[in-house]
Each structure stands twice: as structure tokens, then as C-alpha cells.
């Protein structure tokens, strides 16, 4: 099974690695950036497994460059609230 296939296994596994690029060091905005370019090959490059990955890919390529930054600072942001509870 991919972590693909589910929106909680996908949330986990980007957990897993935020945490990773932060204890290495890694800054916020290296991670930003990271983000951005996972999305942008995501929605260009895999199918989406689930509903969730279907409406990020569908914000995804309706954004402008801008709103995808924010959509990637955003998808951040919920995996470090889930890695913090």
C-alpha cells in the first residue's frame, strides 16, 4: 500500500518527514519551498489515490503561483498541528 492511498497515511508520512527536515536543521523556508515543489509535482505527475488528493489537485492547478505556495505553507502547517497533538 502507498502512502498515496490515504489521506491519513499521506498526513502521516509528511509528518514524519517535516520533522525529520526540522531536527536536520532544515529552515522554514527550505521547507516552504520543499513543499511547493512536492505539490507542484504531485498535481502534475500522480494520479490522486482518494477525494482529498483529488480536491488538492483540482485548488492546485485552479491557483495562481502565489495561492500554491499558500496551499503548500497550509498543507505544512496541518502536519505539524497533527506531529504537535
Do not use: C, P
Not at 39 to 55: H, M
Not at 75 to 84: G, S, T
Amino acid at each position: 500500500m502507498s502512502v498515496l492511498d490515504n489521506f491519513d497515511s499521506w498526513k502521516h508520512f509528511l509528518a514524519n518527514r517535516l520533522e525529520q527536515a526540522q531536527s536536520q536543521g532544515m529552515s522554514q523556508q527550505t521547507i516552504s519551498q520543499v513543499a511547493y515543489e512536492v505539490g507542484d509535482y504531485l498535481a502534475k505527475s500522480v494520479d490522486a489515490k482518494n477525494s482529498e488528493e483529488a480536491v488538492l489537485r483540482e485548488l492546485w492547478n485552479a491557483a495562481s503561483k502565489e495561492e500554491q505556495q499558500a496551499i503548500a505553507n497550509s498543507m505544512v502547517k496541518l502536519v505539524q498541528n497533527e506531529a504537535n497533538s
